[in-house]
């Protein structure tokens, strides 16, 4: 069984400029959940998606932003570069059926804003 | 809203030796309870987790969890360490909402 699957792994954007990651969960799970990981702030929750809906989000300014597509591929989309957007970003899938929260994460895509 | 704290930033320990990683958490119910291993530039790994039921709770690599309500801590033990084990622990609580929030986690060095 596949895991969670992110592309690309690395990206180098200017600021100012826009950016789009990808997450393609594990095959069945309908749940994906983006977080943010930077060495000062640590691991940050986004947002959720589910259904193609945005269950739950994090405390981001309006310059992120994602949506999930009917076979619950993720996008994140990133407005507006700034250099304190340079992270890894991770994506995490989750079955999200009977009260099972676990969370399976991908590899990450590092940012680096420039 | 829910928190995790990692009292120790960076442990050392010695291979062979038992390891035993501390989490604390606040939460006002009874929380989800996991805890994630990360090697450098990857992603994070489930180690184990805690929902209901035994409070005693075994992963994977030999590692063991134990919650304790009355102390409202979650400490991740394994009794022999490997050079393998060195990397960075994350320990996560969940309200149930898919939401995780973690603590700054703890980095595990193993010396020879």
């Known amino acids: 069984k596949a895991g969670v699957t992110q592309t690309p792994r690395y990206l180098i954007k200017t600021r100012g400029q826009q950016v789009t990651l990808s997450c393609s969960p594990i095959s069945g799970h309908r749940s994906v959940s983006w977080y943010q990981q930077t060495p000062g702030q640590g691991l940050q929750f986004l947002f959720e998606?589910?259904?193609?809906?945005?269950?739950n989000k994090g405390n981001f300014p309006g310059r992120f932003s994602g949506r999930q597509f009917s076979n619950s591929r993720s996008e994140m989309n990133v407005s507006t570069l700034e250099l304190g957007d340079s992270a890894l970003y991770l994506c995490?899938?989750?079955?999200?059926?009977?009260?099972?929260?676990?969370?399976?994460f991908g590899q990450g895509t590092r940012l680096t804003v420039v | 809203a829910q928190s995790v704290t990692q009292p120790d930033i960076h442990i050392t320990v010695s291979e062979g030796a038992s390891l035993e990683l501390r989490c604390n958490y606040s939460?006002?119910?009874?929380?989800?309870l996991f805890w994630y291993v990360q090697s450098p530039g990857q992603g994070l790994q489930l180690l184990l987790k805690?929902?209901?039921?035994?409070?005693l709770v075994q992963g994977i690599k030999g590692f063991e969890a134990e919650f304790k309500r009355s102390q409202s801590s979650f400490n991740l033990r394994k009794p022999s360490v490997h050079w393998s084990d060195a990397a960075e622990y994350f320990c996560a609580v969940g309200a149930g909402d898919y939401k995780l929030s973690f603590g700054a986690g703890t980095t595990v060095t193993v010396r020879a």
């Open positions: 805690y929902f209901s039921g035994d409070t």
């Open positions: 939460y006002g119910a009874t929380p989800y």
């Open positions: 998606y589910f259904s193609e809906t945005q269950r």
């Open positions: 995490a899938s989750s079955l999200r059926q009977g009260g099972d929260t676990e969370a399976f």
